[in-house]
């Protein structure tokens, strides 16, 4: 049985047909086409390994082979957790010639988040890593079984004394005919991605290969990727950003190389940009600063590259001027969500788009609203909420009917829960997060404004504004600062602000100092655990 999701309206589809937006081909298209092209080409750098786009299709052939001779069939779902090693993808198109969805969950989330994934999706099969500590013996694979009773194949990356090793399923297959693989209909789901959410588990988006795949070749077209390409994959290759936007899977639909990158420190990056000649890279502004400081601080020399992707979240206009100027690259700015819509900035627009804004939609069948507190259209240049709907964003996340119905209007327009100002060529500024404002006695704050204010301020590294508590107001805000002089002092940076010309209510109530800010899995800041940071200080 297919796997259920709420389908775009016929009209809708038919129109997306009609102008060959959907093609009806899977996303395992992405991989025969490089193989058909160029068997022999690079397609992964992987530590020492180096694998070619024929041995890529041949393992994950073999692999899906395996799995099938163990039963699992077209419509199971799976559930997988792998860090950034070659294997992400092997799987990935293993189960998509076999028509099985994957939630490929983040190598850096827990318990809470993989037992809610098997929760809600009743996987048939488990693929992970032995270097996951929840993988280290079969506790939790137990647990997981005693509530997700579907849960019959279980493969693990590293040795272990309980499941199979996930190499030796296709290194000890001979294979299958290719007509014996059947992926789902291009019209149906191919795999699951995760919402971006940061205070609860983030919810299910099932992806059709159509919708999904025309994101790929779109992308891949903007940034004119070419079999030249080579992309450092420095960010988790399980999220949306680094997997289509361009990311790895456009990569491989351009016939280019994708190198795995198993963390975002400079050293790293900076030591596989020039061993294996990377040009291409995409990385969030939190790794953007650091990479900054990790040059301004002498530590290292910066290395060349053709085009810098930055996306996650807004990029401040002094950070990018300064990473054009350091890295001598060519910048893009990217603003995306897993449910759909993905904006860029051209690579041959003007400085002041490039710097100053996040891109446009990159569809002409990209509907935005951009709507007020009332819901009524804003005007060129006004804040309001973000609305979209379009060939490739969804109509409903997976069996959240309560939450659709808020989530989406009633023409099918998601809400995205980001605060943007569109200019009147069509250009999007991210101001903030709706959920992320501060109301103060009545009064909203931005925090993505304030921490751009102080961002300017030549010591601050890294800033997170978060909502506090307070008896009074209600709410009244607190400002984490990462700071490279040990001596700055809250007045000095209200001194700052207030030289901005900013009203009196949106200066910080509270400083915090750290020696860095907490991360999530993608590098984003934690605000999650800042906020408990703050909870925790004002109860003692």
Not at 462 to 489: F, Q
């Amino acid at each position: 049985m297919p796997i259920e999701f709420t389908p775009w309206p016929e009209a809708f589809a038919h129109r997306y047909r009609d102008k060959g937006y959907w093609r009806g081909e899977p996303l395992t298209e992405i991989l025969q086409r490089a193989f058909r092209r160029s068997p022999d080409a690079l397609a992964l750098i992987c530590g020492d390994r180096h694998i070619t786009y024929a041995e890529l299709g041949a393992n994950s052939s073999r692999l899906a082979s395996s799995l099938m001779r163990r039963g699992i069939c077209s419509g199971d779902t799976a559930l997988v957790q792998l860090p950034n090693i070659a294997e992400f993808y092997i799987v990935f198109f293993a189960l998509l010639k076999m028509g099985v969805g994957p939630v490929n969950a983040l190598f850096n989330h827990d318990r809470l988040e993989m037992t809610a994934y098997a929760g809600q999706i009743q996987p048939t099969l488990l693929i992970a890593s032995a270097e996951h500590h929840l993988f280290a013996d079969d506790d939790y694979v137990k647990r997981l079984q005693s509530f997700a009773p579907t849960l019959r194949v279980v493969a693990i990356h590293g040795r272990t004394e309980y499941a199979e090793e996930l190499e030796s399923l296709w290194e000890g297959d001979s294979g299958c005919a290719a007509d014996e693989l059947r992926p789902s209909a291009p019209d149906q789901v191919a795999f699951f991605q995760l919402s971006g959410g940061s205070t609860d588990v983030p919810k299910l988006i099932p992806r059709t290969h159509d919708d999904y795949y025309y994101s790929v070749r779109r992308s891949a077209e903007i940034c004119r990727l070419t079999p030249e390409t080579r992309y450092l994959c420095a960010l988790p290759a399980a999220h949306n950003f680094p997997l289509s936007s361009p990311g790895a899977l456009g990569i491989f639909h351009a016939g280019g190389t994708v190198i795995m990158a198993q963390n975002a420190s400079a050293d790293h990056c900076f030591d596989l940009i020039r061993r294996h000649k990377a040009n291409f890279a995409a990385i969030v502004p939190t790794i953007a600063s650091l990479w900054l400081d990790a040059v301004a601080g002498d530590s290292f020399e910066a290395p060349n590259l053709d085009v810098m992707q930055v996306g996650g979240a807004r990029l401040s206009e002094t950070v990018a001027r300064r990473l054009v100027a350091v890295f001598g690259c060519r910048l893009q700015q990217v603003f995306g969500m897993a449910e759909g819509l993905v904006n860029y900035t051209g690579l041959d627009d003007d400085s002041d788009r490039i710097f100053t804004t996040q891109g446009r939609p990159m569809s002409s069948d990209d509907e935005l609203k951009v709507v007020d507190a009332n819901g009524e259209e804003a005007s060129p240049g006004d804040v309001g909420e973000l609305l979209t709907r379009g060939p490739y964003t969804i109509r409903g996340y997976y069996r959240c009917p309560d939450y659709n119905a808020r989530a989406f209007d009633n023409d099918g327009f998601y809400r995205t829960g980001d605060l943007v100002e569109m200019t009147v060529d069509g250009y999007l500024r991210v101001v903030g997060r709706k959920k992320d404002q501060i109301n103060r006695g009545g009064e909203k704050i931005s925090a993505e404004e304030i921490e751009n204010l102080l961002l300017q301020h030549d010591a601050v590294l890294h800033a997170a504004l978060i909502s506090m508590p307070d008896s009074l107001m209600g709410e009244k805000s607190c400002a984490y600062i990462v700071t490279s002089d040990s001596a700055l002092r809250p007045i000095a940076l209200r001194r700052h602000l207030r030289s901005q010309g900013i009203a009196e209510f949106k200066l910080p109530d509270r400083f915090e100092f750290l020696d860095q800010m907490p991360l999530t899995a993608l590098g984003k800041v934690d605000k999650r655990t800042l906020r408990s940071d703050i909870q925790a200080k004002l109860n003692v």
